[in-house]
Every structure is written in C-alpha cells, then in structure tokens.
C-alpha cells in the first residue's frame, strides 16, 4: 500500500496546511500549472514528486517536466496531464492517449475544478484535484490524498480551505 497526494495549480504558492495533509504520503502527483522550479525543488524535497507542466509554467519547469506523465504505483498505471478535460468532455487528442495508455487512473488540472469520476466507456477513475494556489477564480484551495493497494485506489480525503 503506499498513500500519494495529488494536488494542482499551485501557481508558485505552498504552505504548512498542504504539507500537514500530505504529512504522510509517500509520494506526491502534481498535474501542473507549479509557478516556478523554485516551488517544484522545495515540493520534491519534501516528498519524492511526479509531475507535469502547466500552460503558465515557464521552460524553466518546462526543462525538468514533461507535459504528460505515465507512472505504476502499487499495480495501478496513472495518466497525468495538465489540461485534460473530464469524461465526455476529454481535451483533444486525450481520449486517445487513454485508449493508448489504458490507464486505471487519469489525473488532470487546469479547470481549478476538484472532480472525481468514474469513465465506465474507458475503465478510468477520473480525478482533478482542483487548484490549491491563491490565484484564479476558485474560492477553495483544494487538494487530495488517497491510497493505492494492489493497483486499487482507496479512502480518498479532500483538503478544503478557504483561498
């Protein structure tokens, strides 16, 4: 079992809220939009980070992270990307990559929108964990943590707070 937090569209802000929930993950997913490499440095020595760029992400990001992720944590294949769109309404050219890649997991930003679905036509949880950054046009700072057994994702928490 291992536990990883999710989080996206941080836009250069961290705080000591969003280190106490992730306090306990082994790993953490960051579906881009970080704000700078600074912030990327200081996300990763806190905690082993997967992540991708965002459209705001300068080449400094740009030339330490992909657009697109594919990583296997505990049996389950993760598809990350900043700007994904959601089931039935897929950003273009994703529904192929999913059909390609074939995820268990596909993680997206961008919409500064926390969803979680399930997309039964392609057998993928669906999860954008909204926008924990102080910019944009959400009214929660939001993030994710759950945990990941035998390739099946489990008790999954959401971190609210005001922005």
């Known amino acids: 079992m291992i536990r990883v937090g999710l989080v996206s569209d941080t836009h250069g802000w961290w705080d000591e809220e969003v280190e106490e929930f992730f306090a306990e993950c082994d790993t953490l997913l960051h579906a881009g939009d970080i ?15 997967v992540a991708v760029y965002g459209n705001i992400d300068g080449a400094d990001v740009r030339s330490v992270y992909p657009k697109e992720q594919v990583v296997e944590l505990e049996g ?5 990307t900043h700007i994904g769109g959601w089931p039935r309404h897929y950003a273009p050219g994703i529904a192929r ?13 961008h919409s500064h929108i926390l969803r ?16 924990y950054g102080r910019t944009g046009f959400h009214t929660l700072r939001t993030a994710i943590r759950l945990e990941i057994d035998q390739g099946v994702p489990r008790n999954l928490e959401v971190l609210n707070l005001a922005r």
């Open 97 to 109: 990559r999913l059909a390609d890649v074939r995820p268990g997991l596909f993680v997206a930003g």
């Open 76 to 80: 389950l294949r993760i598809y990350m």
């Open 35 to 49: 704000g700078t490499l600074a912030l990327a440095d200081r996300i990763a020595a806190f905690r082993p980070l």
């Open 116 to 131: 979680v679905m399930h997309d039964a036509a392609r057998e993928v949880l669906y999860i954008n964990p909204g926008a």
